[in-house]
């Protein structure tokens, strides 16, 4: 901006109007939003804005300055996080934009004419190191993968398999210690590299991202042009930018032809901005001109320059480093598991500590005592919950991507379904990051102004196409906008074919002419509003509504343009001093031969006519059409709109011949009196499904709190298109009721807060204690409707850091280098995998692949659901646990036959378990899911609660399920329940091998009884000879223990058991002998007790379908859910049928009467019992905020 002081205005506008005209055949835009801003004239608002911006200078300065002198006093710590916040600001001291062309020369130790020699390059190298951003240190894959091998579940099992292995060699003639010690290591592996190489898997995705480097560059070396990586650029380089490419480093331009760039991906603002070699700013060096930065595009016009900086030196570099230095924290979903496991593993190293000390109690030898405490360790520890959390969220995380949202991070699925907040960019993300036509006014009336292309022929238009005031309009607006559409190839493209390995140049040429030919094809193919563009947002907005009313190429040809006095045509571009662009053309009328047609801003445009086109005649601009016009222009920058003004005069043929030289310089024809046509909105709208899911987040208790760089007025408007404003905000009812911001406070819940409220606040808590900083900001967090405008990264992140403090969990989007400090800083950051830059995306934890944001409502469902999930997967995890634990207990106090061996627990944690957890993930979600609050953050996955239900609750009619199966088959092999009661302190005489049970017997067949009482009698009540009966092992399986358990009463050799009936007749395939009265039973037992807790499972899941809906509204559409039924169905069947498994299992071949059916009545008890709490939760809901009973005591 020209004017420097309070000069008289006119003198102003035309001092600037000479110094800064120049001959771009492209007008460059301004990065403010003056225009809308229609309440003052020109003049006055560039002061305003000089002066604004000098005071925000001020208060930085001042802050910075405070900081220093504080942080002087303050411990090492803090010290850190000033070197840490300042990185991103550092830019701001730099002075390569400001000092002469001959100092930058010297410093960098180069020639702006022929470049670097070849004899510095390596020193320089040295000195500055590869042109690249340093990436975050990834741990090497052996790291990776030993990480997971010893997380708190793997090291017990590790331990565990420890203590098998050293009973193995202390008893080696019982394998079975082998076994399991073999199973549990291979638990260990199975579950940690599914862990490994679903994360690497992440890892590999995201490497199709790395794009941010252009892959080479022109530079002048040794004075000669050549094409080199870009990664090889160093500061001192001369490099020529070429359109459409992406700056390669950090840049002070040289020279610059009508040059023009895009700096969103680094400010957030999407306007193309002009590039020359004049410094413009000297303190801003983000604002001057003469600056282009690594990782922003070049859209318009060739340049060249030297390179300042390179790598992490650069702007994006130095924001990148802010980036990396933010503290990453954890996942809500880790610290939840991380929590779960050290609980669990307390509880199982407790119990089986316990159950240890009471086996020696009771004196069982200490290698039986160190099985059992590992059984009861792994029957609490569920080892496949682990795997199957990874593979829930790998499951969730390929359905999100088939969605468009890519998990960097598998535990950000659930931590997004947490969310309680989110902190969104504007531009790109809320809306669609091109301008549109929004309303048009001319012949006194406003009309929306519709593409004809996108509503089709039969939609009802408010503008009439043929009325003779919107031609002229029509006319004007095309032929004084430069924008074209783009049918050149895709740069992606010619990148890919150019970067292809194994090609020849021949090959490759080729490639390109066919990619050519196809491309053109497509491209015809495309609608106005999918073809790619060159020109600034604005024009291709026009020329896209324009398109499909008559083909914008015609109606440039229509209209030849007239030359100069230099043989040049007859334009003037657009710049910010002058606030309009004019075009001269040849028009052949009755009185004129051209016609001078200009654009601009309306109050500049409107300051030009003095009268306007009405329905095709001409009025003069009287007060009444004067007010007219504020009120519309007035209205269109109250909504946020970017308003342009068209006016047109006819050059008189009695004062301009055909052969007139015109002079833009100095304005030899008429420039003012001309004749108003018409106004044209534009804005950036909202994307279609934004206001939609934004109204989404709020039915399910999320803030949407818009963070943008935009001006407050432009940043309301769209905040209230997108339904995160619906009322007046704090700031309209300021101005409306003319009362101070304190006294309007309280009278609304939408407030728009500028970013230098945030500087002066960061100002005013210097020196204050911690816990009383950001007391100002809890207050506006505090509003349900809320906007920050013209922030900053640093003051983004304040506000990302106030919500977190509040107790939010807070998810933040944006595709900027910008937004990347604050999406680091969020508990789940989510980039824009199209616009967005790569540091973005490298900060996020999500992407968006579609630029969507209402995909993020999709993913907070998902991540609701998948917490859901976690719990019900943790519940049926928990509730087999109990099954399983109660054998051991059964063992050591009741002395029962152990009921289940821990190499079947393991078979169920690992083995039918695993399925049927991992089949959870694809349930739907209950009804409620997205009209339920936000879970407190407080809130844990496993609490008091959920541990009462899967233990005290479906835990125990679980065990029913296996003891009753138990209890059954024992009974149908001659061993009534009552008998098996302290059957294990029982002791008997073996018989010989050959010996046969006969009850008529005095020694019941049993031929060492014989020997040891020849006459049949004898005395006490034991027997010689008596030996503890092996029950878990087949190493006493041969023998009738009718002839084994036998004591000595009143003289004579009697049964010490109270034998029942044999109802079934089967012979085991291990030992090949009957099942009754064997211990074999046993081994049957065992298995039938392990179908018994598969079928109580089956059940189980079915009672954890819905949380509180019920499993009728589930039905049975989950295939996967069969399929693991199934699975389960095999491992049971091959478990029980295939003999290798026998042996090394313990089981044996049962009848489908013991196939689960037993315990069936109990499974069907659950089910029904479930269902009834969950009626009982929805009929007695409370009505208060207070929970009921139900939701107190049977909610898990």
């Given at each position: 901006?020209?004017?420097?002081?309070?000069?008289?205005?006119?003198?102003?506008?035309?001092?600037?109007?000479?110094?800064?005209?120049?001959?771009?055949?492209?007008?460059?835009?301004?990065?403010?939003?003056?225009?809308?801003?229609?309440?003052?004239?020109?003049?006055?608002?560039?002061?305003?804005?000089?002066?604004?911006?000098?005071?925000?200078?001020?208060?930085?300065?001042?802050?910075?300055?405070?900081?220093?002198?504080?942080?002087?006093?303050?411990?090492?710590?803090?010290?850190?996080?000033?070197?840490?916040?300042?990185?991103?600001?550092?830019?701001?001291?730099?002075?390569?934009?400001?000092?002469?062309?001959?100092?930058?020369?010297q410093?960098?130790?180069?020639?702006?004419?022929?470049?670097?020699?070849?004899?510095?390059?390596?020193?320089?190298?040295?000195?500055?190191?590869?042109?690249?951003?340093?990436?975050?240190?990834?741990?090497?894959?052996?790291?990776?993968?030993?990480h997971?091998?010893?997380?708190?579940?793997?090291?017990?099992?590790?331990?565990?398999?420890?203590?098998?292995?050293l009973?193995?060699?202390?008893?080696?003639?019982?394998?079975?210690?082998?076994?399991?010690?073999?199973?549990?290591?291979?638990?260990?592996?199975?579950?940690?590299?599914?862990t490994?190489?679903?994360?690497?898997?992440?890892?590999?995705?995201?490497?199709?991202f790395?794009?941010?480097?252009?892959?080479?560059?022109?530079?002048?070396?040794?004075?000669?042009q050549?094409?080199?990586?870009?990664?090889?650029?160093?500061?001192?380089?001369?490099?020529?930018?070429?359109?459409?490419?992406?700056?390669?480093?950090?840049?002070?331009?040289?020279?610059?032809?009508?040059?023009?760039?895009?700096?969103?991906?680094?400010?957030?603002?999407?306007?193309?901005l002009?590039?020359?070699?004049?410094?413009?700013?000297?303190?801003?060096?983000?604002?001057?001109?003469?600056?282009?930065?690594?990782?922003?595009?070049?859209?318009?016009?060739?340049?060249?320059?030297?390179?300042?900086?390179?790598?992490d030196?650069?702007?994006?570099?130095?924001?990148?480093?802010?980036?990396?230095?933010?503290?990453?924290?954890?996942t809500?979903?880790?610290?939840?598991?991380?929590?779960?496991?050290?609980?669990?593993?307390?509880?199982?190293?407790?119990?089986?500590?316990?159950?240890?000390?009471?086996?020696?109690?009771?004196?069982?030898?200490?290698?039986?005592?160190?099985?059992?405490?590992?059984?009861?360790?792994?029957?609490?520890?569920?080892?496949?919950?682990?795997a199957?959390?990874?593979?829930?969220?790998?499951?969730?995380?390929?359905?999100?991507?088939?969605?468009?949202?890519?998990?960097?991070?598998?535990?950000?699925?659930?931590?997004?379904?947490s969310?309680?907040?989110?902190?969104?960019?504007?531009?790109?993300?809320?809306?669609?990051?091109?301008?549109?036509v929004?309303?048009?006014?001319?012949?006194?009336?406003?009309?929306?102004?519709h593409?004809?292309?996108?509503?089709?022929?039969?939609?009802?238009?408010?503008?009439?196409?043929?009325?003779?005031?919107?031609?002229?309009?029509?006319?004007t607006?095309?032929?004084?906008?430069?924008?074209?559409?783009?049918?050149?190839?895709?740069?992606?493209?010619?990148?890919?074919?150019?970067?292809s390995?194994?090609?020849?140049?021949?090959q490759?040429?080729?490639?390109?002419?066919?990619?050519?030919?196809?491309?053109?094809?497509?491209?015809?193919?495309?609608?106005?509003?999918?073809?790619?563009?060159?020109?600034?947002?604005?024009?291709?907005?026009?020329?896209?509504?324009?398109?499909?009313?008559?083909?914008?190429?015609?109606?440039?040809?229509?209209?030849?343009?007239?030359?100069?006095?230099?043989?040049?045509?007859?334009?003037?571009?657009?710049?910010?001093?002058?606030?309009?662009?004019?075009?001269?053309?040849?028009?052949?009328?009755?009185?004129?031969?051209?016609?001078?047609?200009?654009?601009?801003?309306?109050?500049?445009?409107?300051?030009?006519?003095?009268?306007?086109?009405?329905?095709?005649?001409?009025?003069?601009?009287?007060?009444?059409?004067?007010?007219?016009?504020?009120?519309?222009n007035?209205?269109?920058?109250?909504?946020?709109?970017?308003?342009?003004?068209?006016?047109?005069?006819?050059?008189?043929?009695?004062?301009?011949?055909?052969?007139?030289?015109?002079?833009?310089?100095?304005?030899?024809?008429?420039?003012?009196?001309?004749?108003?046509?018409?106004?044209?909105?534009?804005?950036?709208p909202?994307?279609?499904?934004?206001?939609?899911?934004?109204?989404?987040?709020?039915?399910?208790?999320?803030?949407?709190?818009?963070?943008?760089?935009?001006?407050?007025?432009?940043?309301a408007?769209?905040?209230?298109?997108?339904?995160i404003?619906?009322?007046?905000?704090?700031?309209?009812?300021?101005?409306?009721?003319?009362?101070?911001?304190e006294?309007?406070?309280?009278?609304?819940?939408?407030?728009?807060?500028?970013?230098?409220?945030?500087?002066?606040?960061?100002?005013?808590?210097?020196?204050?204690?911690?816990?009383?900083?950001?007391?100002?900001?809890?207050?506006?967090?505090?509003k349900?409707?809320?906007?920050?405008?013209?922030?900053?990264?640093?003051?983004?992140?304040?506000?990302?850091?106030?919500?977190?403090?509040?107790?939010?969990?807070?998810?933040?989007?944006?595709?900027?280098?910008?937004?990347?400090?604050?999406?680091?800083?969020?508990?789940?950051?989510?980039?824009?995998g199209?616009?967005?830059?790569?540091?973005?995306?490298?900060?996020?934890?999500?992407?968006?692949l579609?630029?969507?944001?209402?995909?993020?409502?999709?993913?907070?469902?998902?991540?609701?659901?998948?917490?859901?999930?976690?719990?019900?997967?943790?519940?049926?995890?928990?509730?087999?646990?109990?099954?399983?634990?109660v054998?051991?207990?059964?063992?050591?106090?009741?002395?029962?036959?152990?009921?289940?061996?821990?190499?079947?627990?393991?078979?169920?944690?690992?083995?039918?378990?695993?399925?049927?957890?991992?089949?959870?993930?694809?349930?739907?979600?209950?009804?409620?899911?997205?009209?339920?609050?936000?879970?407190?953050?407080?809130?844990?996955?496993?609490?008091?609660?959920?541990?009462?239900?899967?233990?005290?609750?479906?835990?125990?009619?679980?065990?029913?399920?296996?003891?009753?199966?138990?209890?059954?088959?024992?009974?149908?092999?001659?061993?009534t329940?009552?008998?098996?009661?302290?059957?294990?302190?029982?002791?008997?005489?073996?018989?010989?091998?050959?010996?046969?049970?006969?009850p008529?017997?005095?020694?019941?067949?049993?031929?060492?009884?014989?020997?040891?009482?020849?006459?049949?009698?004898?005395?006490?009540?034991?027997?010689?000879?008596?030996?503890?009966?092996?029950?878990?092992?087949?190493?006493?399986?041969a023998?009738?223990?009718?002839?084994?358990?036998?004591?000595c009463?009143?003289?004579?050799?009697?049964?010490?058991?109270?034998?029942?009936?044999?109802?079934?007749?089967?012979?085991?395939?291990?030992?090949?002998?009957?099942?009754?009265?064997?211990?074999?039973?046993?081994?049957?037992?065992?298995?039938?007790?392990?179908f018994?807790?598969?079928?109580?499972?089956?059940?189980?899941?079915?009672?954890?379908?819905?949380?509180?809906?019920?499993?009728?509204?589930?039905?049975?559409?989950?295939?996967?859910?069969?399929l693991?039924?199934?699975?389960?169905?095999?491992?049971?069947?091959?478990?029980?049928?295939?003999?290798?498994?026998?042996?090394?299992?313990?089981?044996?071949?049962?009848l489908?009467?013991?196939?689960?059916?037993?315990?069936?009545?109990?499974?069907?008890?659950m089910?029904l019992?479930?269902?009834?709490?969950?009626?009982?939760?929805?009929?007695?809901?409370?009505?208060?905020?207070?929970?009921?009973?139900?939701?107190?005591?049977?909610?898990?």
């Amino acid at each position: 901006m020209c004017s420097k002081n309070r000069m008289d205005l006119k003198q102003s506008v035309r001092k600037c109007y000479l110094n800064q005209f120049n001959r771009m055949n492209q007008k460059p835009q301004s990065r403010s939003a003056s225009a809308i801003i229609t309440a003052f004239t020109q003049q006055y608002q560039e002061i305003q804005l000089l002066d604004a911006q000098r005071e925000f200078d001020d208060m930085t300065k001042e802050m910075m300055q405070r900081r220093k002198r504080l942080l002087k006093q303050n411990e090492k710590g803090v010290q850190n996080e000033k070197v840490d916040t300042s990185k991103a600001e550092k830019f701001k001291n730099m002075d390569e934009h400001s000092i002469p062309l001959t100092e930058l020369e010297q410093r960098l130790e180069t020639s702006l004419i022929n470049g670097l020699s070849s004899d510095q390059l390596d020193e320089k190298l040295k000195q500055y190191g590869k042109n690249t951003l340093t990436q975050k240190e990834k741990s090497p894959w052996y790291i990776q993968l030993l990480h997971e091998l010893t997380n708190v579940f793997a090291l017990l099992l590790w331990a565990a398999s420890g203590l098998c292995f050293l009973a193995y060699g202390l008893t080696p003639e019982d394998p079975s210690n082998l076994y399991l010690g073999i199973v549990l290591i291979a638990c260990i592996l199975i579950t940690a590299l599914m862990t490994y190489f679903q994360n690497r898997k992440s890892e590999a995705i995201m490497q199709g991202f790395v794009n941010f480097i252009p892959p080479e560059t022109i530079v002048i070396r040794d004075g000669k042009q050549q094409k080199l990586p870009a990664v090889d650029l160093v500061p001192g380089d001369i490099v020529i930018i070429e359109s459409g490419k992406k700056i390669p480093a950090d840049i002070r331009i040289i020279e610059s032809n009508q040059m023009k760039v895009d700096n969103s991906s680094l400010t957030g603002e999407s306007l193309l901005l002009i590039r020359s070699p004049e410094c413009t700013h000297v303190e801003n060096p983000l604002e001057t001109k003469n600056l282009v930065f690594f990782g922003t595009l070049c859209k318009e016009g060739t340049g060249k320059g030297v390179v300042i900086f390179t790598g992490d030196k650069t702007v994006i570099g130095q924001i990148a480093g802010l980036v990396q230095s933010s503290m990453v924290e954890e996942t809500p979903l880790k610290k939840e598991l991380d929590a779960f496991t050290i609980y669990i593993a307390c509880i199982a190293l407790s119990i089986g500590i316990l159950f240890f000390v009471l086996g020696f109690a009771v004196g069982y030898p200490a290698i039986q005592n160190l099985i059992f405490a590992v059984g009861i360790i792994s029957a609490n520890v569920p080892e496949g919950l682990l795997a199957t959390v990874v593979v829930a969220l790998s499951i969730t995380a390929k359905k999100l991507a088939g969605l468009k949202v890519l998990v960097k991070n598998l535990e950000g699925v659930e931590t997004l379904g947490s969310t309680s907040c989110i902190c969104s960019d504007k531009t790109g993300t809320l809306t669609q990051n091109k301008m549109t036509v929004e309303n048009i006014w001319y012949n006194g009336k406003k009309m929306r102004g519709h593409n004809k292309e996108k509503m089709g022929p039969y939609f009802n238009y408010q503008y009439d196409v043929q009325d003779p005031t919107f031609r002229l309009l029509h006319e004007t607006a095309v032929i004084c906008s430069e924008a074209v559409f783009d049918d050149s190839l895709p740069q992606n493209i010619t990148i890919k074919i150019n970067n292809s390995i194994g090609l020849s140049q021949a090959q490759k040429d080729q490639k390109l002419e066919e990619a050519k030919a196809q491309w053109n094809k497509d491209f015809k193919k495309l609608s106005c509003q999918e073809k790619p563009t060159i020109g600034d947002a604005s024009e291709t907005a026009l020329i896209k509504f324009f398109q499909p009313i008559e083909d914008i190429l015609q109606t440039r040809a229509n209209k030849n343009i007239a030359k100069d006095k230099n043989q040049q045509i007859a334009r003037k571009p657009f710049n910010s001093t002058n606030k309009f662009a004019c075009i001269i053309i040849e028009d052949e009328q009755e009185d004129s031969h051209f016609t001078l047609l200009t654009k601009g801003a309306p109050e500049r445009i409107w300051s030009l006519c003095d009268s306007i086109y009405c329905n095709g005649k001409v009025e003069i601009i009287d007060e009444k059409w004067s007010q007219e016009f504020d009120e519309i222009n007035g209205k269109f920058g109250r909504q946020g709109e970017r308003v342009l003004g068209f006016s047109r005069i006819p050059l008189p043929k009695s004062q301009f011949s055909k052969h007139y030289k015109f002079d833009l310089d100095n304005f030899n024809f008429p420039f003012k009196q001309q004749t108003f046509v018409g106004l044209i909105s534009l804005i950036d709208p909202p994307k279609d499904s934004v206001p939609n899911a934004v109204q989404k987040c709020k039915s399910a208790g999320i803030q949407v709190i818009m963070v943008t760089g935009d001006q407050p007025v432009t940043a309301a408007a769209i905040a209230r298109q997108c339904n995160i404003i619906t009322e007046k905000t704090v700031n309209e009812i300021m101005e409306e009721k003319n009362i101070t911001f304190e006294e309007a406070f309280h009278q609304s819940n939408a407030l728009v807060i500028h970013g230098d409220r945030l500087t002066k606040m960061a100002i005013d808590d210097e020196g204050l204690p911690e816990d009383e900083k950001g007391r100002q900001l809890q207050e506006w967090l505090n509003k349900p409707q809320l906007v920050f405008a013209r922030t900053s990264p640093a003051q983004k992140l304040i506000i990302v850091s106030g919500c977190q403090k509040r107790g939010h969990i807070v998810a933040v989007t944006g595709d900027g280098v910008n937004d990347s400090p604050a999406i680091k800083k969020a508990d789940i950051g989510i980039a824009m995998g199209i616009t967005g830059s790569d540091v973005a995306k490298d900060a996020a934890d999500m992407i968006l692949l579609n630029d969507d944001f209402s995909s993020i409502v999709v993913g907070i469902q998902e991540g609701r659901r998948i917490f859901d999930n976690f719990k019900k997967v943790i519940v049926y995890s928990l509730t087999s646990n109990i099954a399983e634990l109660v054998p051991f207990l059964g063992f050591i106090v009741f002395r029962l036959p152990l009921p289940l061996t821990t190499v079947l627990v393991l078979c169920i944690q690992v083995g039918t378990d695993i399925f049927p957890s991992m089949v959870f993930v694809f349930e739907e979600a209950d009804l409620d899911v997205m009209t339920r609050r936000p879970r407190n953050k407080n809130e844990h996955l496993v609490g008091g609660q959920l541990i009462t239900f899967a233990y005290a609750q479906n835990g125990v009619l679980e065990t029913f399920c296996g003891f009753f199966q138990w209890y059954i088959s024992f009974n149908d092999f001659g061993f009534t329940p009552s008998s098996l009661y302290f059957l294990l302190n029982k002791q008997g005489v073996l018989p010989k091998y050959h010996d046969i049970y006969n009850p008529k017997d005095p020694w019941f067949g049993n031929s060492n009884l014989r020997e040891s009482y020849p006459d049949g009698t004898c005395e006490g009540s034991d027997l010689t000879g008596q030996e503890d009966i092996d029950w878990i092992y087949p190493k006493h399986g041969a023998h009738d223990l009718r002839m084994v358990l036998l004591k000595c009463e009143n003289g004579k050799i009697v049964s010490n058991m109270e034998w029942g009936d044999c109802n079934i007749d089967l012979i085991s395939p291990v030992t090949q002998r009957p099942y009754c009265y064997h211990t074999e039973a046993s081994s049957y037992s065992q298995t039938s007790f392990f179908f018994g807790v598969v079928l109580g499972q089956i059940c189980n899941y079915q009672a954890l379908r819905q949380l509180k809906g019920s499993v009728i509204y589930n039905g049975f559409d989950n295939v996967f859910m069969y399929l693991a039924y199934f699975i389960e169905f095999l491992i049971t069947w091959s478990l029980s049928y295939i003999e290798i498994f026998n042996t090394g299992f313990g089981t044996r071949d049962i009848l489908f009467i013991h196939y689960g059916i037993c315990g069936l009545p109990f499974g069907i008890v659950m089910i029904l019992w479930n269902e009834g709490r969950k009626v009982c939760i929805r009929i007695f809901k409370s009505k208060t905020a207070f929970p009921s009973w139900w939701d107190r005591c049977v909610v898990y």
